[in-house]
């Protein structure tokens, strides 16, 4: 099975602007998470969707918002970017009920 | 709020020898705990989990411990292998929901 691909992986804007980024499950999965990692706060959850609806939201403004599509591809939307955005946001799946949470190799955005 | 905490950032351990990464938590309503090893420029990677009615779980070189009553995880490798250096995550899962990880500690194998 081919495992879960995010793009782009590399992506470089400037204060104020908006970015989306795209997650690709593993086949079969429903369950999308997405996670931002920096170097002071570690991993820190941003919301999960199943079966295209927000399922949980982690403690993020509301500029970082998302969706799930009907093939369970999934999207990350921030709008007008801060400097503090910079950081390698994680996309994650799981199939239904399963403890086991698998990672994409993330997008590393800069705000310059 | 840190529910989970691993508060040594970087740890050394020579080749061959046991590596002993330590998590603590604050959230007793975790009923799952697992580590996740990340290499640079990949996303983590799962390598063990425990339940919370477990206090030992094994597999091959990875043995994870849990002590409810101090809050306290931690992972062991043995023996310690070169491949083995990277970052290693702690997460505690409640209700199946979402993970909620520590900040992870740098582990560095000296040949």
């Known amino acids: 099975k081919a495992g879960v691909t995010q793009t782009p992986r590399y992506l470089i804007k400037t204060r104020g602007q908006q970015v989306t980024l795209s997650c690709s499950p593993i086949?079969?999965?429903?369950?999308v998470s997405w996670y931002q990692q920096t170097p002071g706060q570690g991993l820190q959850f941003l919301f999960e969707?199943?079966?295209?609806?927000?399922?949980n939201k982690g403690n993020f403004p509301g500029r970082f918002s998302g969706r799930q599509f009907s093939n369970s591809r999934s999207e990350m939307n921030v709008s007008t970017l801060e400097l503090g955005d910079s950081a390698l946001y994680l996309c994650?799946?799981?199939?239904?009920?399963?403890?086991?949470?698998?990672f994409g190799p993330g997008t590393r955005l800069t705000v310059l | 709020d840190q529910q989970v905490k691993q508060n040594s950032p970087s740890l050394s351990v020579q080749e061959g020898r046991i590596s002993i990464l330590n998590c603590d938590y604050t959230?007793?309503?975790?009923?799952?705990f697992l580590w996740y090893k990340k290499y640079p420029a990949e996303g983590p990677t799962f390598l063990i989990s425990?339940?919370?009615?477990?206090d030992k779980n094994e597999d091959g070189r990875f043995t994870v411990f849990l002590n409810k009553s101090a809050k306290h995880l931690s992972l062991h490798i043995v023996p310690s292998q070169p491949g083995d250096s990277a970052v290693y995550f702690c997460?505690?899962?409640?209700?199946?929901?979402?993970?909620?990880f520590g900040t992870g500690t740098r582990l560095t194998i000296i040949p």
């Open positions: 994650a799946s799981k199939a239904g009920e399963s403890d086991t949470q698998y």
């Open positions: 086949s079969g999965h429903r369950s």
């Open positions: 969707y199943f079966s295209e609806t927000q399922r």
């Open positions: 959230n007793s309503m975790f009923d799952y």
């Open positions: 425990i339940s919370s009615i477990k």
């Open positions: 997460a505690g899962n409640f209700g199946n929901e979402k993970l909620t």
